[in-house]
């Protein structure tokens, strides 16, 4: 078994900007994602019902694309909604299903 290093992006922001952030997120190089609905409290308050709820996108995907996700979403999002992003590095099998031919 071969293990493939890369990053996985996490985004946790508010459930309205779901279909734009998947949206984008596809368009910057990312060749899919994992969505949830889920709850918290934070600098912003409580986000747990059914008017407020977050959602939560993880995807795998190279540096460089992870990179651009984790600009574009601090630009859009992080002064007027609730918005928390990050990168981890991770190991994975079938490594080359993460990465498009458009960035890597």
């Known amino acids: 078994m071969q293990l493939h ?3 996985k992006v996490t985004i946790i922001t508010e459930d309205s900007l779901k279909q ?7 368009e910057l190089g990312a060749t899919g994602y994992t969505c949830r609905q889920c709850e918290g409290y934070g600098s ?3 986000r747990s019902d059914q008017f407020t709820r977050n959602v939560e996108v993880e995807l795998i995907c190279s540096e460089v694309v992870a990179n651009d996700i984790l600009t574009y979403v601090s630009h859009h999002y992080f002064d007027n909604y609730a ?10 099998v079938r490594g080359d299903r993460y990465t498009s031919t458009k960035k890597s």
């Open 44 to 46: 912003r308050g409580a």
């Open 5 to 7: 290093t890369l990053k």
């Open 20 to 26: 734009s952030l998947l949206k984008k997120i596809i």
């Open 83 to 92: 918005c928390i992003a990050w990168i981890s590095d991770v190991q994975v």
